[in-house]
């Protein structure tokens, strides 16, 4: 189905095609191989993408959510893999980005300086073996020393560690004035401390190369802890940056998967002679009804973090909505996949063909962070007026909220 796009966004979204139709012929090797698709981030680099969300000022393209979301749909339609691990770099600059027009503040505009020179890759390393990764709390160590922290500890689901040069990150300080907080902070991912665990053998998303990552005694200087929160919190600029942009972001490469494999299908039965088949128009209409719902959705949180609105709604209540966009977008996709195997039949089965491949990839989208449980936990929470956290308010973060000794 022809979408409603700006000319701005139609823009993006050609050259995103023309990409996505080169990293889709790369994909079945990558996934075979379980290699990360380098070459892809060169094309990516050489379009521009890599600093698509960078402001102009400072040497991007200025992209905000609202054309980052089908640019990483169109990508998704070609490769899902390749989509996720870059918009852990797009998303996380875009949302600085946003913070950076507000505030000007100098050390984020360096950064995405950074950024737009290709001398940065982002990647968002937050995620914890047997910890629910909800961004309040953490098992890796922040130990305070003279002029920083040392971290310990190990991550897991390391999605664009293969390509990028730094990472944010997560970790618990225990003897924080006031009670444990958790530090939210950059690491350069060449420090002697890091090192990239080869775990990633996986059903889907292979791609991806989401290894494991340890940190041993890894010094953070003061400087590059961005953020502190009190264990066990919500926390408003975590909504206003994690939460806003990331759920609208695998949102999008999970719709976008979805609508690959629909046009990819649609355009096999249409070959065969299957058009005028009720049950096929039937399965097709039905496939294109929870795609277009999922992208609707997407488009108008998009908008509502442009705007702004949706930090009008509350901490809670606000991260909750962040939550139901990614829900829908990740389970339409799962059951647009189940669904179109009816009408497609053996060639859904076959290695030789992209459709088994999206069928796997889709699967990761429902226990990528906000996970199914904890969307429906907080959903329905809010829904019924009950605070499931301590929240912490714009107003009660200040200028500077990082961790104190």
């Known amino acids: 189905m022809n979408r409603c796009l700006t000319p701005r966004q139609q823009e993006l979204v050609d050259i995103a095609g023309k990409l996505a139709d080169t990293f889709a012929e790369r994909a079945p090797e990558h996934d075979r191989d379980n290699t990360f698709p380098r070459e892809n981030y060169d094309d990516l680099r050489a379009a521009g993408f890599l600093r698509l969300t960078v402001p102009t000022e400072l040497g991007g393209q200025g992209a905000s959510l609202e054309e980052l979301v089908p640019v990483l749909e169109r990508l998704a339609m070609g490769d899902g893999s ?7 770099h797009i998303s996380p600059i875009g949302q600085w980005a946003s913070v950076w027009r507000r505030t000007k503040n100098p050390r ?46 190990r991550k897991a689901y390391a999605t664009n560690t293969a390509v990028a040069t730094h990472c944010s990150t997560t970790a618990r300080y225990e003897e924080a004035e006031g009670g444990p907080r958790l530090v939210l902070c950059r690491v350069a991912l060449n420090d ?36 502190s929160l009190p264990v066990g919190h919500l926390d408003a600029r975590v909504f206003e940056t994690v939460w806003s942009w990331a759920m609208g972001a695998f949102a999008a490469v999970y719709t976008g998967i979805a609508a690959g494999a629909l046009e990819w299908t649609a355009t096999q039965l249409a070959a065969r002679g299957k058009g005028t088949d009720p ?27 442009a705007s702004r609105r949706l930090f009008d709604l509350g901490v809670q209540e606000g991260i909750a909505r962040c ?21 497609l039949g053996g060639a859904s089965f076959s290695r030789k063909l992209p459709y088994e491949r999206m069928w796997r990839d889709a699967q990761a989208g429902t226990f990528m962070p906000m996970g199914n449980q904890a969307a429906r936990k907080i959903i329905g929470a809010s829904a019924l007026g ?20």
């Open 323 to 343: 939550a139901l966009v990614k829900y829908v977008a990740s389970n339409n996709a799962t059951l647009v996949l189940r669904r179109l195997v009816d009408v």
């Open 192 to 227: 002697p401390g890091v090192t990239i665990h080869q775990t990633w053998d996986t059903m889907g998303m292979r791609g991806t190369q989401s290894n494991d990552v340890g940190y041993e005694d890894v010094f953070v200087a003061d400087e590059d802890v961005v953020h």
């Open 82 to 88: 390749t989509a996720l691990a870059v918009a852990m």
């Open 108 to 153: 984020l505009a360096d950064l995405l300086k950074q950024a737009a020179e290709d001398k940065l890759i982002w990647a968002s390393v937050t995620s914890e073996p047997g910890m629910r990764n909800d961004m309040t709390d953490a098992k890796t160590v922040a130990v305070k020393v003279d002029g920083g922290f040392r971290l310990t500890g």
């Open 386 to 405: 009950v605070e499931i956290a301590p929240v912490i308010n714009f107003d009660e973060t200040g200028p500077d909220s990082r961790a104190k000794s």
């Open 279 to 305: 049950l096929v128009q039937d399965t097709i209409g039905e496939c294109e009804i929870l795609v277009e719902s999922s992208r609707a959705l997407n488009y108008r949180h998009a908008e509502e973090v």
